[in-house]
């Protein structure tokens, strides 16, 4: 849903200026099989729910108004670590007190406003509390309240990319609001600015297509029928009748279709009942299992097209019989397919029922696996790295860390100081040799892994007395072993340390956690869970100071699987 602020709603990449029009964008991600041989419908149909009937074939359907990313452009935390960005909107995120983040408070000082919605305060709205000298901050700073999940209805997402709808469970908390209603506000706003006033590329702004209002409030159904796609041409989007697509095989690249994000089309698909929520794939709540394997595919709506195990078609062999019985998803019958899951690859073609082949991965143009692949962010073949701060040498190809992680680590803003000197883990682990490593683990011999909740689920918290009650701020999880050694016990405070910061919070002894063989030695790893609870109650996670400055290779967040420490009593 355009969530990654580097791509464009749909899962599609967002043009640069190097792609000046719709065939040059078409050329650089078009893929001639798979999944991204959908892309030309999918970018196509999205611009026409943008733009309505401003969208034509005669103006690229609105590409020139979208906005245009550089060209090998930075990522998300490198325009705000430079000053690229002049201004942020975040929604239910905390940049300052997520500890895969790996943004300071100075960094959020570069920008010249910020719009914070969230359920509670949090520690980025705040950021001028935690920077040298707040007099010279001139960021201004909008904190508008919004409610939290189950304080408003739509749909949810989950894990396993499973959606499901749901009405509001209670009532908002003092005058927070839904972000619907915050967007379909600022957009009246902004609109109205650019039709008295004018401005800089008004078209944009003035042609957009804004029919999602009921009742002077956007309406979430027809936000919805935008989502799942529909044909424009057989629609009355004004009488509620609408020809909505079952999938994204329904998609055309010619201005026929209408979808705001390709990948969920299919969830929102009855046009009998275009307007019930509980009539909707998404709405489903039966719980019949048929496989047996915990599918339970009338169950909400999984993305894309309701597949719950991607990869489907590899249950099977290749004459399309399964390779175990007992787990059976699809088989080919001889004339057709017969399918427990939603198949994740194509069975009809033109109402012709496809044979059996080989491809069974449709997330790549050639639609089988790959032992090497050129386009992995974190390198071409599978392999084990050890994280950028280990007590363990990798045994397994002897190379220290993952060369790709120090390369992004080396580049990522935040990894140099203002001597232009890298973090000091990265620059380590750079050298020839390890000799410095060793000293590190010397010092800091102890394996620290984070588990600590980030937005909203801080935000919850922080207004829940009951949830604040189970967990009132961080602590120290360890095993019975690494107390005894340094004689601590369940409630005791300590400090986690190393040469980036240190954290003081209260120790949980628990048989969780055990000691593991390292080397020759006993090793010895903590959890360091939970949030605190600071001012006003804005929940943030602390343990993010003491990470290494490394941005993963793959999710373009900071690298805070696990580092080195070492614990002392408070």
Same mark, same amino acid.
């Given at each position: ?384 790295y050890e994280p950028l701060e ?10 220290? +860390?993952?060369?790709?992680l120090l390369a992004a680590a #080396?580049?990522?803003? !935040? &990894?140099? $100081?203002? @001597? =232009? *000197?890298?973090? %000091? ?13 060793? +000293? ?7 394996? #620290?892994?984070?588990? !600590? &909740?980030? $937005?909203? @689920? =801080? *935000?919850?918290? %922080? ?22 050694i340094r004689g601590l016990a ?81």
């Amino acid at each position: 849903m355009g969530l990654s602020p580097d791509m464009f709603c749909g899962d599609l990449p967002w043009p640069t200026e190097s792609e000046t029009t719709l065939q040059a964008w078409l050329e650089a991600h078009t893929e001639p099989a798979g999944a991204g041989s959908l892309r030309p419908r999918a970018l196509v149909s999205a611009l026409r729910e943008w733009w309505g009937e401003e969208a034509a074939f005669d103006n690229d359907y609105g590409y020139d108004w979208l906005p245009k990313a550089p060209a090998g452009g930075a990522s998300f935390s490198e325009a705000l670590c430079t000053g690229l960005l002049q201004g942020c909107f975040l929604w239910g995120a905390d940049l300052v007190g997520s500890a895969s983040s790996g943004v300071t408070a100075d960094d959020v000082g570069r920008l010249a406003w910020l719009v914070v919605t969230d359920g509670s305060p949090n520690l980025t709205a705040t950021f001028w509390e935690r920077v040298e000298d707040p007099s010279q901050q001139q960021t201004t700073v909008f904190q508008l309240p919004s409610v939290l999940g189950f304080e408003k209805a739509g749909i949810r997402a989950s894990g396993g990319r499973l959606l499901q709808h749901a009405e509001a469970a209670v009532e908002p908390a003092g005058e927070s609001r839904t972000d619907a209603a915050i967007i379909g506000d600022m957009w009246e706003r902004v609109f109205n600015l650019y039709d008295t006033k004018g401005g800089t590329a008004t078209d944009p702004i003035l042609k957009a297509r804004w029919d999602y209002v009921t009742s002077d409030s956007i309406d979430l159904v027809k936000v919805a029928w935008a989502m799942n796609g529909y044909v424009v041409e057989d629609s009355d989007w004004g009488g509620g009748e609408l020809v909505l697509l079952e999938g994204a095989d329904g998609l055309r690249a010619d201005g026929s279709t209408a979808c705001g994000a390709a990948f969920l089309a299919g969830l929102w698909s009855n046009g009998a009942s275009a307007a019930d929520a509980a009539e909707q794939p998404v709405g489903r709540r039966d719980g019949a299992d048929e496989s047996g394997l915990g599918l339970f595919p009338g169950w909400g709506f999984t993305w894309p097209g309701n597949v719950r195990v991607r990869g489907n078609r590899a249950s099977a062999n290749l004459a399309g019989q399964p390779w175990v019985r007992e787990r059976n998803l699809l088989t080919w019958e001889g004339e057709s397919w017969a399918c427990i899951d939603a198949p994740d690859f194509p069975i009809l073609r033109d109402g012709r029922w496809l044979e059996p082949d080989n491809q069974a991965f449709p997330g790549t143009w050639e639609q089988v696996g790959l032992l090497v692949s050129d386009r992995l962010g974190d390198g071409p073949v599978p392999e084990h790295y050890e994280p950028l701060e280990s007590p363990l040498n990798n045994r397994l190809n002897g190379a220290y +860390a993952s060369p790709v992680l120090l390369a992004a680590a #080396a580049k990522m803003p !935040g &990894a140099a $100081g203002d @001597d =232009g *000197a890298v973090d %000091a883990a990265v620059a380590d682990a750079l050298a020839p040799d390890y000799s410095s490593m060793q +000293a590190d683990r010397a010092a800091y011999p102890i394996a #620290a892994v984070i588990n !600590g &909740a980030d $937005g909203r @689920d =801080g *935000a919850r918290r %922080a207004l829940s007395e009951t949830l604040a009650a189970a967990e009132p701020g961080c602590f120290v999880e360890m095993s019975a072993s690494l107390a005894r050694i340094r004689g601590l016990a369940t409630g005791e405070w300590v400090r986690v340390f190393n040469e980036r910061g240190s954290v003081e919070a209260p120790v949980l002894v628990t048989d969780r956690i055990r000691p593991f063989q390292c080397e020759d030695n006993e090793g010895h790893y903590v959890c360091l869970n939970g949030m605190t609870l600071g001012d006003e109650g804005a929940a943030a996670a602390v343990w993010g100071v003491l990470a290494p400055a490394a941005e993963s290779p793959v999710g373009a967040a900071r690298d805070v699987k696990g580092f080195l420490v070492d614990i002392e009593k408070a």
